[in-house]
C-alpha cells in the first residue's frame, strides 16, 4: 500500500491467491480530499459529488464516460441515499431500504420486489444474500453502497468514507486521521470500538457528539430524529408513487393498493449523561434513534428497550420527533400517559420537535419545576 503526501491511500496491491494473481487498484483525489477516480487494470471509474454526497457514477469506455449509476440523495444531509438509477435510466430505478444507523439492509426494484439484502457485523464485514435468501460471494447487482451507506470496493474491501478508507475486517482505519488528536487519541480507531452506538460521518470522528447540558443534547437529538423522519417519509412517498403508476399502466398486479403515506414517522432515543469514576463528567449526548413503524407512533418502551446509553453512562433524558409540530401531550404534573406522564414518572426531561408554522421547534418539558421551554431552529444566516 502506497500513500499520498497528505496521507490519502494511493495505490493498494492485493496478495496473490490460487483463483487469481496479484490485482493493483489506484485513487486520484480531488482539491476537497474526495476520491473522484478508481484505476484498476484498465477499468477506469469516476465519482461525481454534490457537496459531501455522491451524484454519480460515471465508468471510462472507450475514451468516453458511460453513466454506470445515478445516485439519488441530499446534497447537504449525509449518507440522505434513497435510490439508484442504473445507467442513469428511469426507468431502472433501485430502491434502498435502511436502518437507523444508516446501514442499507435491502434493495428493491420498482415495483416493489426484493432484489437483494444484506446482513453486518458490528464493524461492517457484510453477508450478501438474493432475493430468496442464498448467501452470495458478492453483489449480483453490483451494488456497492452498503454498510453505513458508504462505497464498498469489491477489491480491497474497504469502505469509502470523503477523508479516509476503512477496514471493517480490522475495524480500523488504515490511515491517519487527518485532525490527529482531535478525533481521539487512536488515529487509527474506529469510533471507539464501539460500532453499535456510534459512527462516523466523514472519516474524521464519531458520530456522538458532547453537549454542555440535556437540553442541548435533547434539542440536537430532536432535530436528528425529524431529520431520518423527513427522509422515510420521502422513500415511502415514491415506493407508493411508483407502485400507483405501475398499476395504473397495467405493467404489474396488485390487489388493493396501499393508502398514500400522510404522516411522517417518529423516531427518538435517549439522552445520557457520560460518567467517569462514578461520576457526572458535564458531557450530555443522544444515543441511538428508533422508531415505531408499524403506526407510525412511538412507544416510550421501545425507545427503553432499544435506544442504549453506553456502559456506565446514565439516562438524561429523552428525544423524539412529532409527526405535525412540537405539541408535548399530556398533562403537566400528573404522571398520566402522554409525554409528559412518561417525563414526570421517570423524573428525567423529555423533548419534542417538529414544525411550528413551518419552523423546526423543540418543546422541552422540565418535570423538576413543571416548565416547558420552546426553542426554534435558526434558519440558515440567522443570527
Same mark, same amino acid.
Given at each position: 500500500?502506497?500513500?499520498?503526501?497528505?496521507?490519502?491511500?494511493?495505490?493498494?496491491? !492485493?496478495?496473490?491467491?490460487?483463483?487469481?494473481?496479484?490485482?493493483?487498484?489506484?485513487?486520484?483525489?480531488?482539491?476537497?480530499?474526495?476520491?473522484?477516480?478508481?484505476?484498476?487494470?484498465?477499468?477506469?471509474?469516476?465519482?461525481?459529488?454534490?457537496?459531501?454526497?455522491?451524484?454519480?457514477?460515471?465508468?471510462?469506455?472507450?475514451?468516453?464516460?458511460?453513466?454506470?449509476?445515478?445516485?439519488?440523495?441530499?446534497?447537504?444531509?449525509?449518507?440522505?441515499?434513497?435510490?439508484?438509477?442504473?445507467?442513469?435510466?428511469?426507468?431502472?430505478?433501485?430502491?434502498? &431500504?435502511?436502518?437507523? #444507523?444508516?446501514?442499507? @439492509?435491502? #434493495?428493491?426494484?420498482?415495483?416493489?420486489?426484493?432484489?437483494?439484502?444484506?446482513?453486518?457485523?458490528?464493524?461492517?464485514?457484510?453477508?450478501?444474500?438474493?432475493?430468496?435468501?442464498? +448467501?452470495?460471494?458478492?453483489?449480483?447487482?453490483?451494488?456497492?453502497?452498503?454498510?453505513?451507506?458508504? %462505497?464498498?470496493?469489491?477489491? !480491497?474491501?474497504?469502505?469509502? @468514507?470523503?477523508?479516509?478508507?476503512?477496514?471493517?475486517?480490522?475495524?480500523?482505519?488504515?490511515?491517519?486521521?487527518?485532525?490527529?488528536?482531535?478525533?481521539?487519541?487512536? $488515529? @487509527?480507531?474506529?469510533?471507539?470500538?464501539?460500532?453499535?452506538?456510534?459512527?462516523?460521518?466523514?472519516?474524521?470522528?464519531?458520530?456522538?457528539?458532547?453537549?454542555?447540558?440535556?437540553?442541548?443534547?435533547?434539542?440536537?437529538?430532536?432535530?436528528? /430524529? #425529524?431529520?431520518?423522519?423527513?427522509?422515510?417519509?420521502?422513500?415511502? $412517498?415514491?415506493?407508493?408513487?411508483?407502485?400507483?403508476?405501475?398499476?395504473?399502466?397495467?405493467?404489474?398486479?396488485?390487489? %388493493?393498493?396501499?393508502?398514500?403515506?400522510?404522516?411522517?414517522?417518529?423516531?427518538?432515543?435517549?439522552? =445520557?449523561?457520560?460518567?467517569?469514576?462514578?461520576?457526572?463528567?458535564?458531557?450530555?449526548?443522544?444515543?441511538?434513534?428508533?422508531?415505531?413503524?408499524? !403506526?407510525?407512533?412511538?412507544?416510550?418502551?421501545?425507545?427503553?428497550?432499544?435506544?442504549? =446509553?453506553?456502559?456506565?453512562?446514565?439516562? /438524561?433524558? @429523552?428525544?423524539?420527533?412529532?409527526?405535525?409540530?412540537?405539541?408535548?401531550?399530556?398533562?403537566?404534573?400528573?404522571?398520566?400517559?402522554?409525554?409528559?406522564?412518561?417525563?414526570?414518572?421517570?423524573?428525567?426531561?423529555?423533548? /419534542?420537535?417538529?414544525?411550528?408554522?413551518? +419552523?423546526?421547534?423543540?418543546?422541552?418539558?422540565?418535570?423538576?419545576?413543571?416548565?416547558?421551554?420552546? &426553542?426554534?431552529?435558526?434558519?440558515?444566516?440567522?443570527?
Amino acid at each position: 500500500m502506497t500513500y499520498y503526501p497528505d496521507n490519502r491511500i494511493r495505490t493498494i496491491r !492485493t496478495i496473490r491467491t490460487i483463483k487469481a494473481g496479484k490485482r493493483t487498484v489506484s485513487y486520484r483525489y480531488d482539491a476537497l480530499g474526495r476520491r473522484v477516480i478508481r484505476i484498476e487494470g484498465t477499468k477506469r471509474t469516476a465519482l461525481i459529488w454534490w457537496g459531501n454526497s455522491e451524484y454519480s457514477e460515471h465508468l471510462h469506455r472507450g475514451g468516453q464516460a458511460v453513466i454506470q449509476n445515478d445516485i439519488m440523495s441530499h446534497p447537504t444531509r449525509l449518507n440522505a441515499v434513497v435510490a439508484r438509477a442504473k445507467q442513469g435510466s428511469k426507468f431502472k430505478i433501485q430502491w434502498y &431500504h435502511k436502518n437507523y #444507523l444508516d446501514h442499507v @439492509y435491502a #434493495l428493491s426494484n420498482k415495483r416493489g420486489k426484493l432484489i437483494e439484502h444484506y446482513r453486518y457485523s458490528a464493524f461492517g464485514e457484510i453477508e450478501i444474500f438474493d432475493r430468496r435468501g442464498r +448467501k452470495q460471494g458478492q453483489s449480483q447487482i453490483n451494488n456497492q453502497i452498503t454498510w453505513n451507506t458508504r %462505497r464498498l470496493d469489491t477489491l !480491497t474491501g474497504y469502505y469509502l @468514507y470523503k477523508y479516509r478508507h476503512y477496514d471493517p475486517q480490522l475495524g480500523r482505519w488504515p490511515s491517519r486521521d487527518p485532525i490527529e488528536e482531535k478525533g481521539g487519541v487512536n $488515529l @487509527y480507531g474506529f469510533v471507539g470500538n464501539d460500532g453499535i452506538n456510534q459512527w462516523d460521518l466523514l472519516g474524521l470522528a464519531p458520530f456522538a457528539p458532547d453537549y454542555g447540558s440535556a437540553d442541548e443534547a435533547i434539542i440536537a437529538g430532536g432535530e436528528y /430524529a #425529524l431529520d431520518l423522519a423527513l427522509a422515510d417519509f420521502s422513500t415511502r $412517498l415514491a415506493a407508493y408513487q411508483k407502485i400507483k403508476k405501475a398499476k395504473k399502466l397495467k405493467r404489474i398486479k396488485y390487489g %388493493r393498493l396501499e393508502l398514500a403515506p400522510k404522516l411522517i414517522y417518529e423516531y427518538g432515543g435517549r439522552v =445520557c449523561c457520560e460518567q467517569k469514576d462514578g461520576k457526572a463528567t458535564g458531557k450530555f449526548y443522544y444515543a441511538n434513534a428508533v422508531t415505531g413503524k408499524r !403506526t407510525g407512533a412511538l412507544s416510550m418502551l421501545r425507545i427503553k428497550m432499544r435506544s442504549k =446509553c453506553k456502559d456506565g453512562d446514565k439516562s /438524561a433524558g @429523552y428525544y423524539h420527533n412529532h409527526p405535525k409540530d412540537s405539541e408535548l401531550s399530556g398533562t403537566i404534573g400528573k404522571k398520566g400517559g402522554g409525554d409528559m406522564g412518561v417525563s414526570d414518572r421517570d423524573n428525567l426531561p423529555i423533548g /419534542a420537535t417538529g414544525r411550528d408554522f413551518g +419552523k423546526v421547534t423543540t418543546r422541552i418539558y422540565h418535570p423538576e419545576d413543571n416548565t416547558i421551554t420552546k &426553542h426554534r431552529k435558526k434558519d440558515e444566516g440567522e443570527k
